[in-house]
């Protein structure tokens, strides 16, 4: 085959893919249109309507025509029968009731959830025409689906949905009923009644366990230098000394380093333990916007997962040996930005939870609305119990913008001194490199003490187009290779099961 040949097939080849990508996404867009849901005000007229004002038109023409008492009864009906229907339509508001009853608020994934939904009728009259939108989960269970659904209520019955759900993946979701639409007998008019009867659901991630000793442990550093980051036993001064790259400013003895001219820190005996710093990556890096297919659709959903039921393990797994201290810190558009001291926050787990209803994960990844300026959480743990404390909030953070890069979150370490990272993303990237080298305090000395860890999670199992695949398993490649050559730790994995639940 000569190379004019080779050029023309791979062109016909191009061409072909490129009417296969136009058709996918022109059958995407149509299931979106008939997937969308039409709102419609309280009261509003359907296309029956049309119908009988031309029964009434010909009813008129009809008694003028003949201009006979008798045939004046057609009129009569015509023009009485639509307030009649209208006020029977509006008996429903009274009289139909609707109940939403889910099993539990909080569910670890992969675990059985019963729900029921009911609508019932408690009145003499019946409502043959009855719509109502409810919102469940979908089949494959990644996210919560709105449908309208029609059904007729008989004097004292009831409509019932009874089922159980399997989430595949954590975060908020909702289960309940929207709207109730209800038509009178010849479906002329059409009463809205606004329920938003909607029960919250957090599924959690799995807890696994990985020894520290296991799967790219971290090295031993020095320790006997190393401070706690919050709430540390400071009980002797043992020196002041001058100033050191690494000393936190809280230290620094104001009053001496005015007479001296430089800066002086004051030194405390305390006990000795491993400062480690947890930053996980929950950005949406797997992005499709011309929709050409080229990821499964839960791709970015499968990602955070994994990022932080990994963290959760290394976190519980440091925390369960003795003199171990984590910090945990992620950006999370739930955080309240606070431009002069550059922190954030949400005081309580309820505050959290309550601004995180009604949030669908499987939504903030098709909207792609994150450009918003991110706050961050930050939690220090000293034991298991404080790990309980910050699990909630953390279980159920949503995804961010991928422009966040989560190594830039060791810029707020509150000291830097003798601390190890643990950097957990599903994206390795030259941005990840560069933030590193920027934010990250003492960068040098942490990697010299093998004191930095990437553990990142290879999503190329849900990665549909072969050539991008493949230019994904390059760059994995290349930055693996780029960070091991400077002494960087860095352990790929594609599933989780490879560890035990704990």
Not at 228 to 251: H, K, V
Not at 306 to 320: G, K, Q
Request: net charge neutral; aromatic share 10%.
């Amino acid at each position: 085959m000569t190379g004019i040949d080779k050029k023309e097939t791979s062109s016909k080849a191009e061409k072909q893919k490129e009417k296969e990508q136009k058709k996918r996404l022109k059958a995407l867009q149509k299931e979106k249109k008939r997937a969308a849901l039409k709102s419609y005000p309280t009261v509003s007229l359907t296309k029956n309507a049309l119908w009988y004002a031309g029964f009434f038109v010909f009813a008129f023409l009809f008694t003028q025509a003949l201009r006979s008492p008798l045939s004046s009864v057609l009129f009569l009906f015509a023009m009485l029968l639509p307030p009649i229907l209208f006020l029977y339509a509006l008996t429903a508001i009274a009289f139909v009731s609707d109940s939403n009853t889910v099993e539990a608020e909080t569910v670890q994934k992969e675990t059985p959830l019963s729900y029921e939904l009911m609508l019932a009728n408690n009145g003499v009259l019946p409502y043959p025409y009855m719509e109502a939108d409810l919102r469940y989960p979908a089949k494959d269970g990644v996210h919560c689906d709105t449908k309208r659904v029609g059904f007729s209520l008989a004097p004292m019955g009831t409509y019932r949905i009874r089922d159980r759900a399997v989430f595949h993946y954590r975060g908020g979701y909702e289960i309940g009923i929207c709207d109730v639409y209800a038509y009178d007998m010849l479906r002329l008019f059409r009463i809205r009644m606004r329920r938003d009867n909607l029960r919250p659901v957090f599924v959690m991630p799995r807890r696994h366990v990985v020894t520290m000793e296991g799967l790219g442990a971290a090295s031993e550093i020095n320790t006997t230098e190393v401070r706690n980051l919050r709430g540390s036993d400071r009980t002797e001064l043992t020196e002041i000394r001058e100033y050191q790259i690494g000393d936190g400013l809280r230290d620094i003895h104001w009053k001496l380093s005015s007479k001296t001219q430089d800066f002086m820190v004051k030194h405390y005996g305390m006990n000795a333990c491993r400062s480690m710093c947890f930053l996980p990556d929950l950005g949406a890096h797997y992005t499709d916007p011309m929709e050409k297919g080229l990821y499964e659709e839960d791709i970015n959903l499968c990602a955070a997962d994994a990022v932080i039921e990994m963290t959760i393990a290394r976190m519980l797994s440091a925390l369960r040996s003795e003199n171990n201290v984590c910090t945990l810190l992620w950006y999370d558009r739930r955080a309240v930005w606070n431009s002069t001291t550059a922190a954030e926050g949400i005081n309580t787990q309820q505050d959290i939870l309550g601004k995180s209803r009604g949030t669908d994960v499987q939504t903030a990844v098709k909207t792609g609305a994150f450009r918003e300026r991110l706050g961050y959480f930050s939690e220090v743990m000293y034991n298991t119990l404080d790990f309980e404390r910050a699990y909630s909030s953390f279980a159920t953070a949503p995804l961010h913008d991928p422009a966040y890069c989560a190594a830039s979150l060791g810029r707020f370490m509150i000291e830097g001194e003798g601390v190890s990272y643990d950097i957990v993303t599903s994206h390795l990237d030259e941005t990840l490199i560069a933030q590193m080298q920027e934010s990250i305090r003492d960068y040098s000395t942490a990697v010299l003490n093998g004191g930095v860890h990437v553990y990142c999670y290879d999503p190329a199992r849900k990665i549909i187009d072969p050539q991008t695949r493949a230019a994904h398993r390059d760059e994995m490649e290349r930055i693996t290779a780029q960070l091991r050559s400077v002494g960087i730790d860095v352990v790929i994995f594609d599933s989780m099961e490879m560890f035990r639940e704990g």
